[in-house]
């Protein structure tokens, strides 16, 4: 089962009929399809869009969740990308309205997909470039030395992981993690 | 203007009631909501995975499209995104549906925006360990060295920014390219 908003669909968002379920033409699985108009209601993983940002001194800014879900738990600036707009754009712009923290050159770290909820998060590592201070739907902003993460109170599991492969890459050792 | 599928929502998909557009609480943008059970409707990115095959003697492997949109085109295997599976997942589902090819292990290599259809190509390189033929949606598979890439006959803007990447990660000179 999965939390995706759009696995509750019961109506064609076309033709406002509802839906049924049925294999189309030339797939292989069931879908949500409208008998009236015709459409095929596919269900997409969403994609989310992260920056871990890097201070001079190599400590990474993290957020504290002021919304559930997981909140009061640490995270690093993200969030859904908007229509129109690039991956990193999204990245930047999720950045300054979390943390109004304007952030340098994103380098991808890595690609985590959450397939419960149906997220895909895009995360990129950068240099901050200015003072960090809550935003959005945080309560708190924190600088984190590499040896002093904050393992067992972080948000999600694309969190750990992105933060693991984020420290591996500066060959620096993290705890045994449960995945 | 998007051609995304969701773009042109009229109903809600929980209620079947007409949709309007509003600025949610808490949010700084119009979004297509339902005043009927109060669904917001946010229009997502769809992410796409794909893998660039590659050769012992440093060939990549291309199909070439029997489908619209740019049938005819080549480009590296890939598709959307299935819910509940991850982005590795479904690169290699896709390689294995477009190509009947197995790869070995996935290599990250960049996430390519399609802002206008609201598309987000999550890309690979990995190994190819079989022989490929052409599958679903293909009417055509090749091989191509590094400097025999057909640039021209490319499916996306997508297919060549990851092209160029993954050639200039290899130190290979490739074409001035309109973008």
């Known amino acids: 089962m999965s939390?995706?908003?759009?696995?509750?669909?019961?109506?064609?968002?076309?033709?406002?009929?509802?839906?049924?379920?049925?294999?189309?033409?030339?797939?292989?699985?069931?879908?949500?399809?409208?008998?009236?108009?015709?459409?095929?209601?596919?269900?997409?993983?969403?994609?989310?869009?992260?920056?871990?940002?890097?201070?001079?001194?190599?400590h990474v800014l993290l957020v504290r969740r002021a919304i559930e879900p997981r909140e009061g738990a640490w995270v690093f600036p993200g969030g859904f990308m908007d229509l129109g707009e690039t991956a990193e754009e999204a990245a930047r712009r999720e950045t300054q309205e979390e943390a109004n923290l304007e952030v340098g050159e994103l380098n991808l770290l890595g690609v985590y997909t959450r397939p419960g909820p149906g997220v895909v998060v895009i995360v990129y590592e950068a240099p901050a470039l200015s003072e960090p201070s809550p935003g959005a739907e945080c309560s708190e902003v924190g600088w984190f030395a590499s040896d002093r993460i904050p393992w067992g109170e972080l948000a999600f599991d694309s969190t750990q992981a992105a933060l693991r492969d984020w420290a591996l890459r500066r060959g620096i050792q993290v705890p045994e993690l449960p995945v």
């Open 3 to 58: 939390s995706h908003p759009h696995s509750f669909s019961r109506f064609c968002m076309h033709c406002g009929q509802r839906l049924t379920t049925a294999v189309p033409e030339g797939d292989t699985k069931r879908r949500l399809v409208c008998f009236d108009c015709g459409f095929v209601h596919y269900i997409n993983p969403r994609p989310v869009a992260g920056v871990i940002p890097v201070r001079e001194d190599g």
